[in-house]
């Protein structure tokens, strides 16, 4: 049987991105805000309904430079339940991040907990949409209007999703895209800042540029972040897919939902409100107690069926060694965040899994369900 993987990128055929490389060969413009790079910050604007898009080379220069575009100092209040990167990009700028508890149903940062975790140092709010469900961005904007913080969300998952209506995008001060290859939308890397205001565009595009304003003028230490033309040219074409990918993916999201949503001690996360709209970028099932068999014993089950989940976030970031030793980083301090870790599988779902294989996992985290739990020792 073929391995399947928790995510596989979304490649459309290859003759169709031919004619984007030979405009590049004949532009002979590679980088450096050429044609493809410009016409992708627009479509991307049209597509995702906001109005200020710069494009990186990938989703972690985009957090770092966004940081670094807020004139960020001291210490940062952010989720433990994330991909590393979120906490990391306040290490490269020198910030000091401050963990804190999420909501056991949004798997967010709690509203609650970060007022708690407020400091006379604190300068700023890193939230995650994990999985693409939205922040309680009303709750975090009112915190944020009290105490006079900036509030930067890490969107990486959250490519399309809209509340109300409206993009989340638009949400805090800045939000950030990545455009990994594991990612809804991928550009093989790439990421972006969305911004409020044509001035906040310009300088996040001078920063992305070494500090460049002209020929002679540099007026910050920027850093190279620029998107090639390759990889917008690829963004391109994937947006002319991108439709039949989120109807693929709330496809195989609802078959999920038809088989697994009563299975005894597992839990979905759950859907949208109406109005709301979801990515189905991920399929996470929480594995409880009251479940047959352990996280693990279900993951390597799934793994000799040669069914590839993953435990994302698990480890939590505040338990690796860099950020172990910080006070907020005390696993008593957020038992929700520890408990969802250990119980948390991501299955796999990706625009290419046909219904064979949806019904196979389904049929293999039935199975175990029905399996005798050892005796406890
Ligand atoms: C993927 C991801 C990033 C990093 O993006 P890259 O494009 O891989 O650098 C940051 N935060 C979260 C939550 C992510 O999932």
């Not at 493809?36 to 309904?49: A, F, N, P, T």
């Not at 709690?110 to 939230?127: C, G, H, Q, R, W």
């Not at 994990?130 to 969107?155: E, M, R, S």
Request: hydrophobic residues 40%; charged residues 20%.
């Amino acid at each position: 049987m073929n391995p399947i993987f928790v995510t596989q990128p979304y490649l459309p055929p290859l003759e169709e991105f031919i004619p984007y490389l030979e405009k590049i060969w004949e532009s002979k413009t590679l980088t450096n805000r050429g044609p493809m790079h410009q016409r992708l910050e627009k479509e991307l604007c049209d597509h995702l309904g906001v109005e200020h898009i710069s494009l990186f080379a990938n989703g972690t220069l985009a957090l770092v430079t966004a940081l670094q575009a807020l004139r960020i100092t001291g210490e940062v209040i952010t989720t433990p339940y994330s991909f590393v990167a979120t906490a990391h990009s306040l290490l490269w700028n020198g910030l000091a991040p401050v963990f804190a508890d999420i909501d056991p149903v949004t798997l967010n940062l709690d509203p609650k907990k970060i007022e708690a975790a407020i400091t006379p140092k604190t300068t700023a709010i890193v939230p995650v949409h994990c999985y693409g469900t939205p922040c309680d961005i009303d709750a975090i904007q009112k915190i944020a209007d009290n105490y006079n913080l900036k509030v930067i969300y890490d969107a990486a998952h959250a490519f399309g999703v809209k509340r109300n209506g409206q993009s989340i995008l638009k949400a805090g001060d800045l939000s950030i895209l990545s455009f990994h290859a594991t990612k809804v939308f991928n550009t093989f890397e790439g990421g972006a800042i969305i911004s409020p205001d044509a001035k906040t565009k310009q300088r996040i595009d001078q920063l992305k540029n070494f500090g460049f304003v002209d020929e002679v003028t540099v007026v910050a230490p920027g850093i190279n972040g620029k998107m090639s033309e390759v990889n917008a040219a690829f963004g391109l074409l994937q947006l002319q897919h991108i439709e039949r990918a989120m109807t693929r993916r709330a496809e195989i999201d609802a078959m999920y939902r038809a088989r697994l949503s009563q299975v005894p001690g597992l839990r979905l996360l759950e859907q949208p409100m109406p109005g709301n709209t979801s990515n189905h970028s991920y399929f996470p099932v929480l594995v409880g107690p009251d479940f047959s068999v352990t996280r693990d014993e279900l993951y390597e089950l799934l793994k000799d069926q040669s069914i590839h989940g993953r435990r994302y976030f698990y480890p939590l970031i505040s338990e690796f060694p860099m950020y172990r030793h910080l006070p907020s980083a005390q696993p008593g301090l957020m038992p929700i965040a520890q408990g969802i870790s250990r119980e948390v599988l991501c299955l796999p779902i990706y625009p290419a899994l046909t219904d064979e294989e949806v019904n196979r996992i389904a049929d293999t985290v039935c199975y175990a369900s029905t399996l005798q739990r050892k005796a406890a020792a």
